[in-house]
């Protein structure tokens, strides 16, 4: 049978089959600016914004850029509902959907706004550089004075108070519970860890997680703060969510994924080196997105966990050479039969270069990946055989 030639990449550096605790996937992006921030509604209901104006709508199983609003970078997007979200971003933007189109808001700040969260439809708060706080009230936003001049980064809106995370050498900063009533809004308690929070967020009154840097995993239990218990040392965080579920995720930097289920924190594989901004939880569907256009995704049921990939598991593909120069040798062990293979190639940066099916009906075969027109560097094959996703890594070098 005449030999199969690809076009393969691969990523981080070591000759081996790896685990995955859990199935991501690199989702086709329409842009290569930043993306910030993705709200949710359902999996086929959703909005992502970014750098440069950029607002991106779930069409089906894709991402589809909207046509081009503003150009000020987007920082945060919250949804009510299918008919109903509003963006922020810098220098003051404010921007709402309507359920046909997005239009312009009124703002009473030319500061940087940074995050958004609504109770309900009347009731929302924005936070952003300079201690700034707006609220939305009778369909306007005004300006609240907050007393404090460090950057307010997050802010989540519960039932009778908002939640508010930042930094800058402030000592009211970086976690703020901000009382509410119809008349009046009052700076309650405060604490000070030495931290700078980006992202926080409460399952209920009594359970809240904040992330942020360095390092930082914070969890809320209905009394005080406290740092969250994980194995694994991890980078700095910008985004954390929890689902109804009690489900949680963190992302951040270098790739940084954090699952949490039943209270445990758990470091999934790194599928990308690019910081990652913004994630979301809906039925069980993960969604992360970063910089440079990065989607990535982990559907309901996609856990595989492999014991040992290449041992108790024959369909495990074999690589060489590594590093390799103008080919690598990709060889499918004789235990495989008539199943059908799909090979996924994707860059450092995380683009999705090729995605081929394959089907086998000659045992043993080698598969020659012509890698000669690749820049020197990292690489990464991954390929679904079987019901199983398997990982391999390997390097180019001319």
């Known amino acids: 049978m005449s030999r199969i030639k690809y076009l393969v990449i691969i990523f981080a550096g070591i000759i081996s089959s790896v685990t995955i605790q859990a199935q991501w996937n690199l989702e086709k992006c329409p842009t290569k600016n930043n993306l910030n921030s ?5 999996t086929d209901s959703g909005w992502i914004v970014g750098d440069k104006g950029t607002i991106m709508f779930r069409s089906g199983v894709e991402w589809k850029e909207y046509q081009k609003f503003t150009n000020e970078d987007l920082n945060s997007v919250f949804m009510l509902n299918r008919n109903d979200a509003w963006v922020v971003g810098s220098n003051g933007t404010i921007i709402h959907f309507n359920g046909k189109d997005w239009e312009s808001y009124k703002s009473p700040t030319r500061c940087d706004l940074f995050s ?12 952003g550089d300079f201690g700034t706080i707006l609220f939305y009230r009778n369909g306007s936003w005004n300006l609240s004075e907050s007393g404090i001049r460090g950057n307010f980064y997050s802010v989540f809106f519960g039932e009778d108070e908002a ?27 405060s604490i000070d860890p030495n931290a700078t929070i980006r992202s926080i967020i409460f399952s209920s009154p009594e359970d809240g997680w904040a992330a942020g840097s360095p390092s930082t995993l914070l969890h809320f239990d209905g009394r005080q703060w406290e740092k969250a218990g994980i194995n694994n040392d991890f980078s700095s965080l910008n985004s954390v969510f929890f ?17 949490c289920t039943d ?22 569907k993960y969604l992360a997105v970063g910089d440079s256009g990065t989607i990535i995704s982990r559907d309901p049921g996609s856990e595989n966990i492999l014991s040992d990939p290449y041992k108790s598991n024959p369909g495990i593909s074999k690589i060489y050479p590594n590093p390799c120069d103008e080919f690598l040798n990709v060889i499918i062990p004789s235990e495989i039969d008539n199943l059908s293979i799909r090979l996924t190639v994707s860059n450092l940066s995380g683009e999705i270069i090729m995605q081929k099916e394959l089907r086998l009906s000659t045992r043993s075969l080698t598969y020659t990946l012509v890698t000669s027109d690749l820049k020197d560097g990292l690489y990464l094959l991954k390929t679904a055989v079987g019901g199983r996703t398997i990982v391999n890594k390997f390097i180019v070098r001319h």
């Not at 993705?38 to 359902?42: A, F, G, R, T, W």
């Not at 958004?116 to 936070?127: H, L, M, P």
Request: aromatic fraction near 6%.
């Open 116 to 127: 958004v969260s609504f109770r309900d439809s009347e009731n929302g708060i924005a936070v």
């Open 263 to 284: 209270n445990v924190w758990n470091k999934e594989k790194i599928m990308t080196t690019q910081n990652l901004n913004g994630a979301v939880i809906t039925r069980n």
């Open 38 to 42: 993705v709200s949710l509604i359902d």
């Open 163 to 189: 939640w508010i995370g930042g930094g800058l050498e402030c000592v009211n900063v970086p976690i703020l519970k901000m009382g509410i009533t119809k008349n009046e809004n009052f700076l309650i308690n």
């Open 243 to 259: 689902s109804k579920e009690n489900k949680g995720i963190g992302v951040g930097y270098g790739g940084t994924i954090l699952t």
